[in-house]
Structure formats: structure tokens, C-alpha cells
């Protein structure tokens, strides 16, 4: 691994390295600052949902790290391919089971998630 720019590296087109660095760039910051946030949400529900939550935002800026490593050839193709198309199918599973656990299970769960407004309409 002897790359250090991607302005050197055969499969990026050399006129295409300022956008895609540009997009991973923002991607890794706007993901950073998603897992931040969700990191404080859950400091202050610490609930099951939240954690999950917390778990596929962090799992979506090391996804944009590994891009932004990809393209400035720390991180091999066939590794970067890997970890990515993990990553997808774990965030994927990690959301699924959120929505899951969500799900209403008896009566008294879906009233206690309601704010105050909505009872004062019953």
C-alpha cells in the first residue's frame, strides 16, 4: 500500500478524486456528528431502542471512514468491499430488530409512550 493520494490511484478517474473526496469527507463528518447525537440521546433514555440506534449510526461513520481509507488506498478494494457490504447487512439487521422490538406488545406500552397533549384527547 504505497498510495497516499487518490489523485494516484488507477480505478478513481483523476478529474472524479476532488468529488468522491468531497463526498467522504462530509459522509464521515455527518455521520460523526449523527453518532454523537446518539450517543447523548442514549445518556439520557438508555433504553434498548436507543442503544440499537446509537450502535447503526456508529456503524454508519466507520462505514464512511473505511470509504475515506478506500480512497486513499489504506484500505485495500477487496477489504473495503468486505467490511462495507458487512456493515450494510448488520446496520440492516440491527434496524430491523429496532423496528421489531418497537412493535406494540399489549395496551399499556403504546399509553405510556404518548405525550400529555395526546391523552388530554381521550
Request: charge should be negative.
Amino acid at each position: 500500500m504505497d498510495h497516499t493520494s487518490p489523485f494516484d490511484i488507477a480505478w478513481l478517474d483523476p478529474q472524479l478524486a476532488p468529488v468522491l473526496l468531497a463526498v467522504l469527507v462530509l459522509a464521515v463528518l455527518g455521520t460523526t456528528i449523527l453518532f454523537c447525537c446518539g450517543v447523548v440521546a442514549y445518556s439520557r433514555r438508555r433504553s434498548m431502542r436507543y442503544l440499537l440506534i446509537t450502535v447503526v449510526l456508529g456503524l454508519l461513520s466507520l462505514r464512511s471512514v473505511v470509504g475515506l481509507g478506500t480512497a486513499f488506498g489504506l484500505v485495500p478494494m477487496t477489504i473495503h468491499h468486505l467490511v462495507e457490504h458487512g456493515l450494510d447487512f448488520t446496520i440492516a439487521v440491527l434496524i430491523l430488530y429496532a423496528v421489531y422490538r418497537s412493535g406494540p406488545t399489549n395496551g399499556t406500552e403504546a399509553e405510556t409512550e404518548r405525550t400529555p397533549s395526546e391523552l388530554d384527547g381521550d
